[in-house]
């Protein structure tokens, strides 16, 4: 293969399948991570990369593929996997043919996943909340549906008042935990300074978001960006549960 081909992604929106072509160097880098996240937040569920007919020049490059999958590790319903016939990629689980990735995918449990796009509009926040009550129920979460609700509220507002763009809201169980997110088509990204001044009106959404979610990020992706959470059921329970060290209101405290 010519070492000036340059590196293609071809995406299909029908298909989990991502095919990559050409040659791979540092300067495609940005191409793959680019058609990468593209792909990912455009769709739910696992794509598959496939580079049958891709040449990987530069080892540094092709760890952009673990990078990625990093990047989307807790997105709902997100994973990106391999199709890799020379097992030179690092980090991404891979398969050494289509077929068998096809098939493993087949194998694994569909992405359970409730999803919308909203408009920019005051009552986009209610609809997420009842996209969030759908999933809380489906889902048997249901001690994360206040939580949940702050945190899409909060996100869904964010765009509202800064991003003014359609935005996809999407949420997705993993095990005991709820993974929900926002990806709004501006490329303006949120800032966290912890607690905001009591003189200033505003500037708590972040705040709050850090305070019912055990981890949050906000990733770049080619026109816009997703802001992603994760909500514990642990912590939720934790948090409802008595401290020992806290007397029981029916118990007198000593003089």
């Given amino acids: 293969m010519p070492t000036d081909v340059r590196c293609r992604v071809e995406t299909d929106e029908a298909s989990e399948v991502v095919r990559l072509t050409g040659v791979l160097d540092r300067a495609g880098v940005d191409v793959v991570r680019d058609g990468l996240l593209a792909r990912l937040c455009g769709r ?24 990625v999958r990093r990047e989307v590790r807790d997105w709902p319903a997100a994973d990106l996997l391999l199709c890799d016939p020379t097992g030179a990629v690092e980090g991404v689980p891979a398969w050494p043919t289509l077929a068998g990735a096809r098939a493993g995918l087949a194998a694994a449990p569909p992405a359970a996943v409730v999803d919308a796009d909203l408009p920019p509009v005051v009552g986009a926040a209610r609809q997420a909340r009842q996209l ?7 889902w048997d979460l249901h001690e994360l549906f206040e939580p949940a609700c702050i945190a899409v509220t909060e996100l869904v507002n964010n765009v509202v008042a800064h991003a003014h763009t359609t935005m996809t809201v999407r949420l997705a169980p993993r095990n005991s935990t709820l993974h929900l ?35 949050w990020g906000s990733s770049r992706v080619p026109d816009g960006k997703v802001v992603w959470c994760v909500l514990h059921a642990d912590d939720e329970a934790a948090a409802r549960r008595p401290d020992p060290a806290r007397p029981s209101p029916d118990v007198p405290l000593s003089p």
């Fill in 44 to 67: 739910p569920g696992p794509v598959v990369a496939d580079l049958t007919d891709l040449r990987v020049t530069d080892p540094v490059a092709g760890g952009v593929f673990a990078e």
């Fill in 132 to 138: 969030v009550a759908e999933g809380c129920d489906r």
């Fill in 181 to 215: 997110a926002v990806r709004d088509h501006s490329s303006r990204q949120p800032t966290f300074t912890g607690l905001a001044p009591v003189d200033i009106a505003g500037g708590r959404g972040l705040l709050l978001i850090d305070t019912v979610a055990r981890s």
